[in-house]
């Protein structure tokens, strides 16, 4: 049987969750964006949220999970975010659950899945194929130049007393 305690941490998540939601739709009806949206909550507090704006924007980086993040590490004055929660509409594409990551969020609660999304249009699997490529064999063709000046910037930063490790 669940303690009251679990089942008022089982509200909040869904509070948390219907706020995402809620910001995806709004996105919708208005004609803002992808339906997508995000909420980052600490100590049961919701620190930031934001929906999707890549094409209010003209910013592709402009997705919901990436947006709050920014504003939650505003809100804190902090480049990580440590001690908060995620909570999404969607299974991040690749660039989001990297951007989580960096961001160290404890963790992440999602509604709709990445098949969901690529259901209706919304499709990363060929983000994570090429991944997974070595770079000479992917799509977006790339090539390695200027590494011992680019070698010589990285020994600087080793080296550096004024560096802010991350």
């Known amino acids: 049987m669940l303690s009251l305690f679990c089942l008022k941490k089982m509200e909040n998540h869904i509070e948390f969750m219907r706020e995402a939601i809620a910001l995806s739709k709004y996105n919708v009806e208005n004609g803002l964006g992808g339906p997508f949206g995000a909420v980052i909550v600490k100590d049961g507090v919701i620190i930031a949220k934001s929906a999707n704006k890549v094409t209010t924007t003209n910013d592709p980086t402009a997705h919901a999970e990436v947006a709050t993040i920014r504003l939650a590490c505003q809100a804190l004055s902090a480049f990580t975010l440590e001690g908060c929660v995620i909570y999404t509409s969607c299974e ?7 951007a989580i990551y960096w ?56 080296k550096s007393r004024t560096k802010i490790e991350y």
């Open 92 to 98: 991040p594409c690749p660039m989001c659950l990297g």
């Open 103 to 158: 961001a160290r969020l404890d963790k992440m609660y999602y509604a709709n899945t990445k098949k969901d999304a690529a259901d209706i249009g919304f499709d990363d699997a060929f983000i994570y194929e090429e991944i997974d490529l070595s770079p000479e064999n992917r799509k977006l063709k790339s090539e390695q130049i200027m590494n011992k000046e680019g070698l010589e910037v990285f020994e600087m930063w080793t």
